[in-house]
C-alpha cells in the first residue's frame, strides 16, 4: 500500500469542524498559535537544528551536538531579538535538552522566587545575558525525596563573613541536578544552614563551581557527569551531574535570603513569609510540567493516530483493501481516551498555570493563604499528568505496532526523555502522598467552621455527596456535564472521609498514615482526577468560537471523565456512587462516543499544529507517506554504510569456515 497520501488527506476532509479555530483553541489564544506556528517553522526550516541523526551519535558527540544547538540557538535569539517567550518557544521547539533547561527553567526562578531585590539586582543580570550558567542542585545520592533530610552543610564563618559549604558524607554528594555535569558555572545548592552549632535547616546559595575564564571546577569542588541514562539518546544530551563540596567558602550575601537572613553577627532571622517558599521554585516547575504533559502526550497521539489511519491490517475483500487499524474498536478504545486526555491536559494545565499566577501575586502581597491549594494542586496534578502521559507515550508505541518500536517513528525517545519526568521534580507517588495530607486535613477541619476553599471547596456538601446515589437510567444520562461531576465528587469525599475514618482509628496519626497510605493514594488520585474533569468542563462553559469546535470538546470531555470511570469503576462501585448497571450504561456511552470521534480524529490532531521537524516521526508525518520513507530511512543507518560489516571477517567468518570444515570431515 503506497496511497499513504491520499488517505489523509481523505480523512481530513471527513472532519465535522473547522480545524483552524480547534489550533486557536489548543494554542491558547490566537496570538500563542501565531506565536507557536511561527517559531516552530523557524526551528524546522534551520538546517542546523536537524535531529534525524541524534540516535547514531555516541554520548561524545550527542553531548558536543547540544552544546553546538545550545549556543546557536542562543546566537538566533539574539540576532532576531527573540522576547523571553518567543525564546522559551525556540528552545521547546529544538526538542534536545540541555543545560539551558535548567538555567531558564530552575536556577533563574530560584533566584527570582527567593533571592531579595539586591541579589537578583545582582545575579539576574548576569544570567539573562549568560554571562554565567546556573543549575539546580538540591538531590544528593542519598537523599531526593526528602528534602528535609539533606545532608550537604552551610556553616557560617563570623570571622570571615562568610559560609563554608561541605559535603560531609559520600551520600551528601550532590547527584542529579542538570547542568551540573560539565557546563553549569553556579549552582543554587541546597545546604543544611549552621549557625553556632545550631541547625536552621535547607537553604539556598549560590554558589560558583567552576572559573570563568578557564571553566575549570574551582578549590574544593569535585565535579562531573553521573553517566549514561536511559535510552539511547534521550535524555543523554543532559549532563546530569555529581558535586563534592570540600569547605568551600561563599560571601554571606550569597545564601538566597527573602524567606530568611544571617546578619552579620551571625543572627538567624525568619521573614514574615512560611519556609516553605524555599521550595517555591519546585511549585514553578511542577506547573510547568503539567502543560508540558500535554505537549508529550499529544505529539504521542498525533504520531499513533496518522498511522493509524494509515495502515491497514485484515478485512479485504475480493483483492480491496484491508481494514484501517483506526477503524478496529479495540484500537479506537485505546487511542481515543488519549487523545481525550492530551484536550484534559492541555485545559487544566492552563487553569493551574493561572493559579500559580494568582498565588505568586498573592505573595507578593503577604498573603499566604493559598499556598497550601497551590502546593498540593502543582504537586497532585504533576503526579497524576506525568504518570498518565508516560503511560500514554508507551500505549501509543504499541498502537503503532512493530514499527512504534523504530527509533525512526519517534516513539522511543519521546518516551525515553519523558519517562523520568515521574520521578523528577518529586517522585509521583511522594507528591500524591502530599496531596493526600493535604485532603486529611481539609476533612479534618469540616466540622470547625473552616469552609475548604478551591479544588476542595466540594468538600463543603460532605453530608449530601455521602448520600448520594447517581438517577443515570440511560446511557446519554452520561453526557450531562453534572452527573458526571457528582459522581466524581462523590466517588473523591467518599475515598477520602474513609481514609479519614480508618487513620482515626491510629493512636499514632504519622503511623497510621504510613499504614494506609495506599489507599491516601488512591484517594488524592480521586481527587486529581475530579480535578481535570472539571477543569475540562468549565472550559466548556466559555464562549467556544468555531464550527463544531465545542462539540468536538464536548465528545472528548465526556470521553475522558467515562474512560476514567471505566477505568476505576472498582472505586465507584465500591463506595456506592454508581450501580454495576449505570457502569455498563458508561462503557455503552463511551463506544458512541468512539464513534462520534473517528471520521475527526485525524483533524483533532492535525490542530496540535506540530511540524513534522517537531513531531520527528516518520510514522506521523502530515502527509501520511510513511512506507517509502520508512523503506529510505532505513538504509541511512550506519550499519549499512557497507555491504558486509565491521566484524564479519573477525569473527563470523571463521565460524563459517570452521562449520563447513567440520562437515567435510
Ligand atoms: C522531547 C523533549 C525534549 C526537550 C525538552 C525541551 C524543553 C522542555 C520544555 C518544557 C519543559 C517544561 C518545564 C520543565 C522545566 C524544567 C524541567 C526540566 C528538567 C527537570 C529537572 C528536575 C529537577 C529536579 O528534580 S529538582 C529536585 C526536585 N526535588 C523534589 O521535588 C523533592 C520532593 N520533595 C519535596 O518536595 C519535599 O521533601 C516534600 C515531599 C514536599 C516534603 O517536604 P517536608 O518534609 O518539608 O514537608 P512536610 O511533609 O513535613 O510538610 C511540611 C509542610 O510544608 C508543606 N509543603 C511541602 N512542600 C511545599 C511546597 N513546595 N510549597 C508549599 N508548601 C509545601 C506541606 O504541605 C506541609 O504543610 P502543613 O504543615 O500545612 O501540612
Ligand atoms: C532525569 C532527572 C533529572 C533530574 N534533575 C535534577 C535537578 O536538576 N536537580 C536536582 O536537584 N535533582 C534532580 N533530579 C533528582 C530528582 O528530583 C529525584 O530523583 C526525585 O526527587 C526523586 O527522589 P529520589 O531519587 O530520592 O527517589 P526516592 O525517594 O529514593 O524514591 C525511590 C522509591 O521510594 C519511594 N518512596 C520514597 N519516599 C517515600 C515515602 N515517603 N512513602 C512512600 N514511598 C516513598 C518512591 O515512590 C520510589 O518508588 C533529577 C532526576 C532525574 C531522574
Known amino acids: 500500500m503506497e496511497d499513504g497520501v491520499d488517505h489523509l488527506a481523505f480523512e481530513r476532509n471527513k472532519a465535522q469542524f473547522d480545524v483552524e479555530d480547534m489550533k486557536i483553541i489548543w494554542a491558547g489564544s490566537r496570538q500563542d498559535f501565531e506565536l507557536s506556528d511561527r517559531i516552530s517553522r523557524l526551528v524546522a526550516s534551520d538546517p542546523a537544528f536537524r535531529k534525524d541523526d541524534r540516535t547514531t551519535l555516541d554520548r561524545k558527540e550527542l553531548f558536543k551536538n547540544t552544546l553546538r544547538k545550545a549556543a546557536y540557538a542562543w546566537k538566533r535569539i539574539n540576532e532576531l531579538r527573540l522576547n523571553e517567550q518567543e525564546a522559551y518557544k525556540l528552545r521547546s521547539f529544538v526538542d534536545q535538552p540541555a543545560f539551558t533547561d535548567l538555567h531558564w527553567g530552575m536556577f533563574v526562578p530560584a533566584i527570582q522566587g527567593q533571592g531579595t531585590d539586591e541579589q537578583q539586582q545582582k545575579w539576574l543580570p548576569l544570567a539573562y545575558r549568560m554571562q554565567i550558567i546556573g543549575c539546580y542542585a538540591q538531590t544528593e545520592l542519598g537523599h531526593g525525596s526528602n528534602v528535609q533530610g539533606l545532608e550537604t552543610t552551610a556553616t557560617f564563618d563570623p570571622k570571615t563573613d562568610e559560609f563554608v559549604i561541605h559535603s560531609p558524607t559520600l551520600t551528601s554528594s550532590k547527584w542529579w541536578p542538570g547542568g551540573l555535569g560539565k557546563i553549569s558555572t553556579h549552582a543554587v545548592a541546597y545546604a543544611r544552614l549552621i549557625i553556632g552549632g545550631e541547625d536552621h535547616g535547607v537553604h539556598g546559595f549560590i554558589v560558583q563551581l567552576r572559573s570563568l575564564d578557564d571553566h575549570l571546577p574551582l578549590p574544593g569542588i569535585t565535579i562531573g557527569d553521573i553517566g549514561m541514562k536511559f535510552g539511547n539518546a534521550a535524555y543523554n544530551t543532559m549532563d546530569n551531574g555529581v558535586l563534592r563540596f570540600d569547605h568551600v567558602r561563599i560571601p554571606r550575601n550569597q545564601m538566597l535570603m527573602r524567606v530568611s537572613q544571617v546578619t552579620r553577627e551571625g543572627k538567624y532571622v525568619s521573614s514574615n513569609v512560611p519556609r516553605q517558599l524555599v521550595y517555591g521554585t519546585m511549585v514553578n516547575v511542577r506547573q510547568k510540567i503539567v502543560a508540558d504533559a500535554s505537549v508529550a502526550l499529544s505529539r504521542a497521539v498525533c504520531i499513533a493516530t496518522r498511522y493509524s489511519a494509515v495502515r491497514r491490517q485484515f478485512g479485504s475483500h475480493n483483492g480491496g483493501l484491508e481494514t484501517q487499524v483506526i477503524d478496529y474498536k479495540t484500537q479506537q478504545a485505546r487511542l481515543f481516551p488519549l487523545l481525550a486526555s492530551a484536550y484534559a491536559f492541555r485545559f487544566v494545565g492552563g487553569w493551574l498555570k493561572w493559579l500559580y499566577m494568582d498565588v505568586t501575586e498573592r505573595l507578593q502581597a503577604n498573603d499566604f493563604s493559598t499556598l497550601p491549594e497551590a502546593h498540593a494542586c502543582t504537586a497532585g496534578l504533576k503526579s497524576?499528568?506525568?504518570?498518565?502521559?508516560?503511560?500514554?507515550?508507551?500505549?501509543?508505541?504499541?498502537?503503532?505496532?512493530?514499527?512504534?518500536?523504530?527509533?525512526?517513528?519517534?516513539?522511543?525517545?519521546?518516551?525515553?526523555?519523558?519517562?523520568p519526568a515521574c520521578t523528577y521534580e518529586g517522585d509521583n507517588v511522594v507528591l500524591l502522598l502530599q496531596v493526600a495530607r493535604h485532603l486529611m486535613k481539609t476533612v479534618s477541619q469540616l466540622g470547625s467552621g473552616n469552609k475548604p476553599v478551591g479544588t476542595t471547596a466540594y468538600m463543603a456538601r460532605v453530608e449530601q455527596l455521602m448520600q448520594y446515589h447517581s438517577d443515570v437510567e440511560k446511557a446519554e444520562d452520561w453526557l450531562k456535564p453534572n452527573v458526571v461531576l457528582e459522581a466524581f465528587e462523590a466517588r473523591a469525599s467518599r475515598m477520602s472521609v474513609a481514609c479519614a475514618q480508618n487513620l482515626s482509628k491510629f493512636a499514632n496519626p504519622e503511623e497510621g498514615f504510613q499504614e494506609l497510605a495506599a489507599d491516601l493514594v488512591d484517594a488524592a488520585v480521586a481527587h486529581c482526577q475530579l480535578i481535570v474533569v472539571s477543569k475540562f468542563i468549565e472550559k466548556l462553559?466559555?464562549?467556544?468560537?468555531?464550527?463544531?469546535?465545542?462539540?468536538?470538546?464536548?465528545?472528548?470531555c465526556s470521553i475522558y471523565a467515562l474512560f476514567l470511570l471505566h477505568k476505576h469503576l472498582g472505586d465507584f462501585l465500591s463506595t456506592g456512587c454508581i450501580n454495576p448497571k449505570q457502569g455498563s450504561l458508561a462503557s455503552?456511552?463511551?463506544?458512541?462516543?468512539?464513534?462520534?470521534?473517528?471520521?475527526?480524529?485525524?483533524?483533532?490532531?492535525?490542530?496540535?499544529?506540530y511540524t513534522d521537524h517537531y513531531l520527528g516521526s516518520i510514522l506521523g508525518r502530515y502527509d501520511g507517506n510513511v512506507y517509502p520513507k520508512l523503506y529510505e530511512e532505513a538504509w541511512k543507518d550506519p550499519l549499512n554504510d557497507s555491504v558486509v560489516p565491521d566484524g564479519f571477517k573477525e569473527y563470523i567468518q571463521p565460524m563459517l569456515k570452521q562449520q563447513l570444515r567440520n562437515a567435510r570431515l
Open 588 to 609: 455503552e456511552q463511551l463506544r458512541n462516543l468512539y464513534s462520534q470521534v473517528r471520521p475527526n480524529a485525524i483533524a483533532l490532531v492535525d490542530a496540535f499544529n
Open 384 to 419: 497524576l499528568t506525568t504518570t498518565a502521559t508516560a503511560d500514554g507515550i508507551e500505549e501509543c508505541r504499541k498502537l503503532c505496532g512493530g514499527h512504534g518500536y523504530l527509533c525512526s517513528s519517534g516513539l522511543p525517545e519521546l518516551f525515553a526523555v519523558y519517562v
Open 541 to 556: 462553559q466559555q464562549d467556544i468560537p468555531g464550527k463544531g469546535v465545542k462539540k468536538q470538546l464536548e465528545v472528548l
